[in-house]
Antibody, heavy 126, light 107 residues
Framework: EVQLLESGGDLVQPGGSLRLSCAAS????????MTWVRQTPGKGLEWVSL????????YYADSVQGRFAISRDNSREILYLQMNNLRAEDTAVYFC???????????????????WGQGTTVTVSS | DIQMTQSPSSVSASVGDRVTISCRAS??????LAWYQQRPGQAPQLLIY???SLQSGVPSRFSGNGSGTDFALTIYNLQPEDFATYYC?????????FGQGTTLDIK
């Protein structure tokens, strides 16, 4: 069974740091890009970050650029999100998702998130 | 960044009805659009990708169309399990962005 399991969510003070993990199973992790998406309490979904299958390239939302870092360990089949200088507005449920790649016109498109984890909760508060 | 705007924000309908949710992109995204369903307390689930392709395992009463800037998700013959929140998402250019969501509830 294809599965993603997030962990690492916690209560942290503003300005603090946290590292989230997402353990994958049931598919060849190293063949797929991976994405983090978050959902603030009672609000909608926000795309946070993506890392390509090899880890060579990563992309970020403007709101987290320079504070968050996405990485992966393909040998252990784990995705990470290092979150630094956390703010109250980073409070959210964080989901990891498996991303499918299409190539068109010489460009890459990570066009569907076809497997999601159940999420881990991050609360930033003093 | 590309802004995705969904309408309506909420809609009420009955079992057996047909409902259409719209999604507009602030610039052209070709067909790089996906639709997700999220039930309360659950993770989102992929319904439609590439604007109109049905994800494996998703009932055929879900249908997507559109290209460029205007897209729609139509649900035919609403079932009780379809009452949820729906999101569109563009994957044309980074940062990828979601619409604000449309909540479908029972009339």
């Amino acid at each position: 069974e294809v599965q993603l399991l997030e962990s690492g969510g916690d209560l942290v003070q503003p300005g603090g740091s946290l590292r989230l993990s997402c353990a994958a199973s049931g598919f060849t992790f190293g063949n797929f890009a991976m994405t983090w998406v978050r959902q603030t309490p009672g609000k909608g979904l926000e795309w946070v970050s993506l890392i390509t299958h090899s880890g060579t390239n990563s992309y970020y939302a403007d709101s987290v650029q320079g504070r968050f870092a996405i990485s992966r360990d393909n040998s252990r089949e784990i995705l990470y999100l290092q979150m630094n200088n956390l703010r109250a507005e980073d409070t959210a449920v964080y989901f990891c998702a498996k991303s499918r790649l299409a190539v068109a016109g010489g460009r890459q498109y990570f066009y569907r998130l076809d497997v999601w984890g159940q999420g881990t909760t991050v609360t930033v508060s003093s | 960044d590309i802004q995705m705007t969904q309408s309506p924000s909420s809609v009420s309908a009955s079992v057996g009805d047909r409902v259409t949710i719209s999604c507009r992109a602030s610039e052209t995204i070709s067909s790089w659009l996906a639709w997700y369903q999220q039930r309360p307390g659950q993770a989102p689930q992929l319904l439609i990708y590439s604007a109109s392709s049905l994800q494996s395992g998703v009932p055929s009463r879900f249908s997507g169309n559109g290209s460029g800037t205007d897209f729609a998700l139509t649900i035919y013959n609403l079932q009780p399990e379809d009452f949820a929140t729906y999101y569109c998402q563009q994957s044309s250019s980074f940062p990828y962005t979601f619409g604000q969501g449309t909540t479908l509830d029972i009339k």
